[in-house]
């Protein structure tokens, strides 16, 4: 039996990067006006932490979309598998060729050659974990994933290519 009610512990378990990022920073605040020589410096320094921490805890608050979707997900070691219960897949990170949304659903659709796109719900059980496994993703511009997870457009957007480079070049003689 817990003692905190369901809710607001989804919420707190939520919100946890934002709320350890708060508490460093206070820490660090009390560090730095109250602290004399070197712990006033790392005071500062714990705020200056605390502020990269709570920027990144936002975005992961802004990515994650709750559970209860359809399917599992599943990320290790640069393997994205959707366990769905009428598709599924899995997905190298390496070979992933293209990353869109779609709104219909909306679900992640994650293209790779020589395979049917992968499409794994937003709201799936697990799928918070994809926010590491794309933040990995070269050139993947984080705020406009996130802005387009907030308000998706009518059709289905591309939010990331790779830029395929050949491998052998013609030769002329």
Partial sequence: MSLVRPG???????????????GLAALG??????????LAWIGWAMIVAAAALGLAGVQ??????????????????????????????AVALSEITALA??????????RQPGQP???IP???EGA???????AALPGLRTEHMLARMRRPGPVSEILWQRHMHP???????
Avoid: N, Q
């Fill in 101 to 110: 949304l779609d709104p219909d659903g909306p679900h992640w659709v994650l």
């Fill in 8 to 22: 607001a512990s989804h919420t707190l378990r939520r919100w946890r990067e934002v709320l350890v990022a708060l």
């Fill in 29 to 38: 605040l009390w560090w730095a006006l109250t602290g004399f020589g070197l």
């Fill in 167 to 173: 491998t052998s070049y013609p030769r002329l003689h």
């Fill in 60 to 89: 992961r608050v802004r990515f994650r979309r709750g559970a209860g979707g359809p399917g599992v997900v599943v990320v290790d070691e640069g393997l994205i598998a959707y366990l769905g219960p009428v598709t599924g897949g």
């Fill in 117 to 119: 796109a992968l499409r």
């Fill in 128 to 134: 918070e974990a994809l926010f590491d496994a794309f």
């Fill in 122 to 124: 937003l709201d799936a």
